[in-house]
């Protein structure tokens, strides 16, 4: 059964950048034909689609981050990261990583970020 195990600093500073890593076990983040995903959630939003990195290393943001958003692997940890760039309040979520294959179907805990000076 994968697992999924998102890290990273729960306080960063206004026009930082935010970096986060999900550690993935049970499972191979190169496999065939998984993407794995970063989704956040401010408080008292909606879930909001960040982008993804697929097995094969390929990316793809959502539009309107795509200018600040970054998103790499480590296959030999078996993780993959997120970097938010030049943050503001308004970026301040839970940030959760996902593996997707025709659906969401394993999601990590979930980390809160707040972004505050």
């Known amino acids: 059964q994968v697992q999924l195990q998102e890290s990273g600093p729960g306080l960063v500073k206004p026009s930082q950048t935010l970096s986060l890593t999900c550690t993935v076990s049970?499972?191979?983040?190169?496999?065939?034909?998984?993407?794995w995903t970063w989704i956040r959630q401010p408080p008292g939003k909606g879930l909001e689609w960040m982008g993804v990195i697929a097995f094969d290393g390929s990316t793809y943001h959502s539009p309107s981050l795509k200018s600040r958003t970054s998103i790499s692997r480590d296959t030999s940890k078996n993780q993959f990261s997120l970097q938010l760039s030049s943050v503001t309040p308004e970026d301040t979520a839970v940030y959760y990583c996902?593996?997707?294959?025709?659906?969401?179907?394993?999601w990590g805990q979930g980390t809160l970020v707040t972004v505050s000076s």
């Open positions: 996902a593996r997707e294959v025709g659906a969401l179907d394993a």
């Open positions: 049970g499972g191979s983040i190169t496999t065939s034909y998984y993407t």
